[in-house]
Every structure is written in C-alpha cells, then in structure tokens.
C-alpha cells in the first residue's frame, strides 16, 4: 500500500496525500515517547464516501467514514477510549468577479449584492483536505493532514 510521506519538520504534522480509489497510510508519532507505532489510513472513494481507519500498534481502534468522524468517532485502545475526528478544510474563491455575482441573480433576484457575493463564495468552495486527531488515554494522540488533490 501506498505511504504518504512526512514533513520533516520536527513537530509539524504528518501530511497524507489521498489517492483516489485506494488505500493510503501515514505513520504519526504519538504525543508519548511509549514507543507505540501509529497511523492513519485513507481510502478515498470514488464517487463514495470516504473511509478513515486509525491504528495504533497495528491494531485498529476505531474506523469510520467522512461524515462519522466530521462529528467524531470513538473506539478502544487496551480498553482505553480512543476518538477519531476529522474536521474539512475548505478553500474559497480569493476573489468573486462582478459577472459572477450578476451569474447568481438568476438564482435568486431579490438578493443584495452582498448576498449574492455570498452565495457565489459558498458554491464554489469545496472541501481540499481534513485536519485528523486522534486522542485518547495512555499517550495515544497523535495527528495528520488529510489532503485532497
């Protein structure tokens, strides 16, 4: 399977690059020095959601898909709690042309300006990423940047 690779800054976090269709896993170090082996695991779907699985010491502690850890998800780690969240990161446009905001009057005529800049924005913003933590007891956070090309 596939592994994304790290940054190399000494506590930045791990970034895994998604694939399309298939499996990919990233290594993270925990927040203890335990020496506990971690990662997360992606497999995007095509068309499909998302699946998000996180391991620690090659056991998987908990799996779900992209809409479940939006809010978080928990499992067990040696019968300790462990919760994955994977928050979106979104990108909008930096600018709105004035063709594009006299486009959304269409949509909706007895809209403001500012309205209609609004709307332009939140049509075309889409989701580029996920900022995932896994937290628990027992030394077993760890975090990674989900991106998506």
Known sequence: ???????????AVPILTAVSGKRVCQAAQP??????A???CV??????????????DGKTVVRGIDDETTQGISGTYNGAPVTLKCEPVLQGPETVSEERIAAMKTVAPN???????????NLDTVEV???????GDAGTSFAVEVRFP
Do not use: N, W
């Open 1 to 11: 399977m596939p592994q994304a690779k790290a940054d190399t800054a000494k506590d």
């Open 31 to 36: 927040a203890s020095s335990s020496g506990k």
């Open 38 to 40: 971690a990662q997360l």
């Open 43 to 56: 497999t995007t779907g095509s068309f499909a959601h998302d699946v998000y699985e996180a391991s620690i």
């Open 111 to 121: 809209a403001s300006h500012d309205q209609l800049k609004q709307m332009a924005i």
């Open 129 to 135: 990423g996920r900022h995932c933590v896994v937290s």
